[in-house]
């Protein structure tokens, strides 16, 4: 039994993925923009931003199995809004929330072979 195997990584999708995390992460401890710009509700900003990160998650990392997927960008999530209230921003349960059922929708999506 191997105890590392060899997994087929995207390299270009993995480093805009890498970029897209930190990006997020980056937004996700400034001062908050009391809702002003193109997406006012938090709740649509967390859902977009964790259905693009998954996505290209999904394509970085072609061979995992998406409930790992799920669950590292999962516990990304909630690890954000750890930051959040340490940084003075309002840290919501809603938010995991959001990040969790874009995740479902892709998974859906990936389990169809849509």
């Not at 590392?4 to 990006?23: P, Y």
Request: charged letters at 15%; proline letters at 3%; glycine letters at 8%.
């Amino acid at each position: 039994m191997q105890l590392f195997r060899s997994r087929k990584i995207n390299r270009l999708a993995f480093v805009v993925f890498v970029a897209a995390s930190l990006f997020t992460l980056w937004r996700a401890v400034l001062p908050d923009d009391g809702g002003v710009g193109f997406i006012p509700w938090d709740k649509a900003k967390h859902f977009i931003a964790f259905y693009v990160l998954t996505a290209l998650a999904v394509a970085a990392l072609p061979n995992s199995r998406f409930w790992r997927i799920g669950a590292v960008l999962l516990a990304f999530g909630i690890g954000i809004e750890v930051v959040q209230a340490l940084v003075g921003r309002d840290a919501a349960f809603g938010d995991v929330v959001a990040d969790a059922w874009c995740e479902t929708v892709i998974g859906s999506k990936n389990a169809l072979n849509f």
